[in-house]
């Protein structure tokens, strides 16, 4: 039996369960209706303003770090790059540097996803 994921209960759904769906609609060349695009969409949207928060943080505290070096006498511009090409430390993922840089990329890659979505709901509106 085929899960309706249209359904499905939003408070379960994150960015991350979304562009799966919309990845595995693609890789199975899915057609869904103008309506489910629509409704994904929003839910990118939606969910969009946690992504866009976390990433303003991620950038502050990659900034700080800047600006902690930048106070040590240390040149901006070199100290940006120290940041930016600092090693992880032991118990760490990712830096502060690529953390924002990924939160960066996610975010662009979900706002595209949501333009298109809009453009194909539009699309298939007009046949």
Do not use: F
């Amino acid at each position: 039996m085929q899960t309706n994921h249209y359904h499905s209960n939003p408070m379960s759904e994150t960015i991350k369960t979304l562009l799966d769906e919309l990845k595995q609609v693609v890789e199975e060349g899915k057609t869904q209706s103008p309506t489910w695009w629509c409704d994904n969409a929003m839910k990118l949207a939606v969910l969009r303003q946690d992504l866009q928060e976390k990433m303003c943080q991620a950038e502050i505290a990659y900034r700080n770090e800047v600006v902690e070096l930048n106070k040590m006498d240390i040149p901006y511009n070199r100290a940006e790059n120290m940041v930016k090409g600092r090693v992880l430390r032991e118990g760490e993922k990712m830096t502060t540097y690529q953390y924002y840089n990924y939160l960066r990329t996610r975010d662009g890659v979900v706002q595209e996803i949501i333009r298109i979505a809009k453009r194909r709901a539009t699309l298939e509106e007009n046949y």
